[in-house]
């Protein structure tokens, strides 16, 4: 039989795996007539399922709603409870005292190149180096090698565009477009543009680039979501050789990873 902290720690074990982000919240003072002593824990998923917990009641269903906000807000904190009455809104009525802390788990950002030539290539090992997931899509399979990419996590074979309709598109997903050519860009902008993507970088000139753009508003692409898109790629600075496109990219990047913690 699987006790309660064997499965807390599988259930975030397997988050990890799934790149979902959980709440592990645990009990760090508990006074009085609380329900839970020290060190109860439960693990809290983004669709409120728990596992485990830290007493039950109103106490505990704040505690879940906090966590919601904490992992959306991608900052863990501390939560204080009394136990006292609850018609003055205190969580309960044990006669008690608890401390909860929330310690948010979010997944390992992932670096989605949707392109495997040179300056894809580039990015893909500066991602790595940063320590992002990296995934590499191209529809030549001759590039998407393990010699070529030997740190992508997952490399991917096929159409662009129906390999981006069925990707799982998340609010740690980053996405660098340096196709191979930018006849099916704007069927890859339509798929992304129903999902929370905190980054989007499209290589080519701003003539190139307002092209794609049209052809996306026909396909139903709303301006708010084109206009987040950074076009021409990258910080300017100055970067002519693809590895030096790459750093202005992974920059980038980085920044607006930054900004999304801020914002959220």
């Known amino acids: 039989m ?14 990890v795996r799934d790149c ?19 060190s109860a824990r439960m693990l809290v998923r983004a669709d409120g399922s728990t596992v485990g917990t830290v007493g039950g009641g109103a106490a505990e269903a704040r ?7 904490a992992m959306q807000e991608g900052q863990s904190r ?17 006669g008690g005292d608890m ?9 390992r950002p992932t670096l989605l190149i949707m392109g495997g030539g040179h300056v894809g290539q580039a990015v893909a090992a500066q991602g790595a180096l940063i320590g992002y997931r990296v995934v590499v899509m191209d529809e030549r399979p001759e590039l998407l090698t393990e010699e070529r990419f030997p740190h992508a996590h997952e490399r991917a074979v096929g159409d662009l565009a129906q390999l981006a309709a069925e990707y799982p598109f998340t609010a740690h997903t980053f996405v660098v477009m340096v196709t191979p050519h930018h006849s099916v860009d704007d069927e890859i902008l339509a798929a992304m543009a129903p999902h929370p993507v905190p980054y989007v970088g499209l290589i080519g000139s701003r003539r190139r680039s307002a092209l794609t753009f049209e ?42 990873q930054r900004k999304s913690r801020k914002r959220s």
């Open 99 to 107: 401390r909860l802390f929330v310690d948010v788990l979010l997944p």
């Open 78 to 94: 501390e939560l204080s409870f009394r136990l006292v009455d609850e018609a003055q809104g205190d969580a309960g009525v044990c």
């Open 63 to 69: 505690a879940v709603q906090a966590s919601a906000a």
């Open 20 to 38: 979902e982000p959980v709440a592990l919240v645990t009990v760090i003072e508990s006074r009085g007539s609380a329900p839970r002593g020290m």
């Open 215 to 256: 052809r996306a508003r026909q396909r139903g692409v709303p301006d708010a979501f084109l206009q987040q898109v950074r076009t021409p790629i990258g910080l300017d600075i100055g970067a002519e050789t693809p590895q030096e496109i790459a750093v202005s990219i992974i920059g980038e990047v980085i920044a607006a």
């Open 2 to 15: 699987i006790d309660e902290t064997q499965a807390i720690l599988e259930a975030a074990l397997q988050a």
